[in-house]
């Protein structure tokens, strides 16, 4: 089945311990993404990979890290997460250029 | 499950009933628009989409309809039934910047039954 997958799903941590939320996807997909889900400020885009090796700021993208080493896998890093970071995370990818988004199921991320 | 918005413009229709959720977009350049729907604990799911040289496409139930006068798209739901009762985003991009996606703020569509 073509998919999206974060892990983990639902995430507590405390502020400044570094995480990593993964993300891979099975659709050999060069575009990749990350958007946070926020009340009343709906998606945003944090970093984007045109490709391996290759990766860019979207709008929102202080306090994060991304990295694709490998086309499948684009991490999310938060070296040291503050509470402004607790949100709802999402992963998405595509194929070529003006084809839709396919995203992940979330993760939650709340930093105490 | 997860909440997306606490400030969503809310629709709520009868079982049965047509659904129309309307969205204004905000780049007179931009030339592909996407619907999504967002059911709760899911990440957004793709409906259908219509490119700037359409003025109206239709997929299973749902039609998308795109005046580039006024900037505006909507999305009617045929026959609305509870399992369409979600969060649903309009997004646009061009092909100058396709890397860029804007989101809507989402429509909830509650159906009851």
């Known amino acids: 089945e073509a998919q999206v997958t974060q892990n983990p799903r639902y995430l507590i941590t405390v502020t400044g311990k570094k995480l990593t939320v993964t993300c891979s996807q099975n659709?050999?997909?060069?575009?990749m993404s990350w958007y946070r889900q926020d009340p009343g400020l709906g998606l945003r885009q944090i970093y984007y990979?045109?490709?391996?090796?290759?990766?860019d700021k979207g709008d929102v993208p202080e306090g994060y890290k991304v990295s694709r080493k490998e086309k499948r896998n684009f991490p999310l890093i938060l070296e040291s997460p503050s509470p402004n970071q607790t949100s709802l995370y999402f992963c998405a990818s595509r194929g070529h250029p003006g084809s839709p988004l396919h995203f992940g199921n979330g993760t939650r991320l709340t930093v105490t | 499950g997860e909440s997306v918005g606490l400030h969503l413009p809310t629709l709520s229709v009868q079982e049965g009933d047509n659904s129309i959720i309307n969205c204004a977009y905000s780049n007179s350049a931009s030339d592909y628009f996407i619907w999504y729907k967002q059911e709760s604990g899911k990440g957004p799911q793709f409906i259908i989409d219509?490119?700037?040289?359409?003025d109206k496409r239709q997929g299973q139930r749902v039609t998308v309809l795109l005046n580039k006068t006024v900037k505006h798209l909507s999305l009617q739901i045929a026959a609305t039934q509870p399992g369409d009762s979600a969060v649903y985003f309009c997004?646009?991009?061009?092909?100058?910047?396709?890397?860029?996606?804007?989101f809507g703020p989402g429509t909830s569509l509650s159906v009851i039954p």
């Open positions: 659709m050999n997909h060069e575009y």
């Open positions: 219509i490119r700037s040289n359409m």
């Open positions: 990979s045109m490709n391996v090796e290759v990766t």
């Open positions: 997004a646009e991009t061009s092909k100058t910047s396709y890397d860029k996606v804007i």
